[in-house]
Nanobody, 120 residues
Framework: QVQLVESGGGLVQAGGSLRLSCAAS????????MGWFRQAPGKEREFVGA????????TYSDSVKGRFTISRDNAKNTIYLQMNSLKPEDTAVYYC?????????????WGQGTQVTVSS
């Protein structure tokens, strides 16, 4: 059974940094795209960024470009989301997703989410 488990969320002040992790188990995602999404209270889930495990092709949404960085550790079957210069509007539940295309929500696997709260 495939599992995606996020960790690393928490409370941080504006301007601070957090690093989220997503550990994948149950299959090897080496040939698939892994993504990060977020959902703020009262808003729809939105695309943050994604990485193709092999080749390292990475895409970001305009709202996080230049502040967030996605990376991967193939040996650990884990991807990361390094978030710098955090803003209160980055407050959301952050989800890891596996095996999907584009920036829509049609991804095969989802984690349970981790809360990120940025105080002003």
């Amino acid at each position: 059974q495939v599992q995606l488990v996020e960790s690393g969320g928490g409370l941080v002040q504006a301007g601070g940094s957090l690093r989220l992790s997503c550990a994948a188990s149950g299959r090897t995602f080496s040939n698939y795209r892994m993504g990060w999404f977020r959902q703020a209270p009262g808003k729809e889930r939105e695309f943050v960024g994604a990485i193709i495990w092999r080749g390292g092709i990475i895409t970001y949404s305009d709202s996080v470009k230049g502040r967030f960085t996605i990376s991967r550790d193939n040996a650990k079957n884990t991807i990361y989301l390094q978030m710098n210069s955090l803003k209160p509007e980055d407050t959301a539940v952050y989800y890891c997703a596996g095996d999907g295309l584009g920036d829509g929500l049609n991804w095969k696997y989802w984690g349970q989410g981790t809360q990120v709260t940025v105080s002003s």
